[in-house]
């Protein structure tokens, strides 16, 4: 099992959207594709993001309605 993979939750360490929560939602060769209600979706950096324990479960390429209920049905959000 990978440290980073699709559905794990983590928190934004760098670039604008910095402390705000997020969900993996693809795996790339030179970083993740990270969705959220706090942070744009968008192509990141393994080193900018901090993983949590929390996992959701979300299809690869989910949108961000699917990822943003996963969070709510998680109670990670509210």
Not at 19 to 38: A, I, P, Q, S
Request: net charge positive; hydrophobic share 35%.
């Amino acid at each position: 099992m990978a440290l980073i993979d699709v559905g794990r939750v983590c928190r934004k360490t760098r670039g604008r959207d910095a402390g705000g929560f997020c969900v993996v939602v693809d795996v790339e060769k030179n970083g993740v594709l990270v969705d959220g209600r706090e942070v744009r979706r968008r192509k990141v950096n393994v080193n900018h993001v901090e993983p949590t324990p929390f996992v959701v479960e979300l299809r690869k390429g989910s949108d961000t309605e699917t990822v943003v209920s996963a969070l709510k049905e998680r109670k990670l959000i509210e």
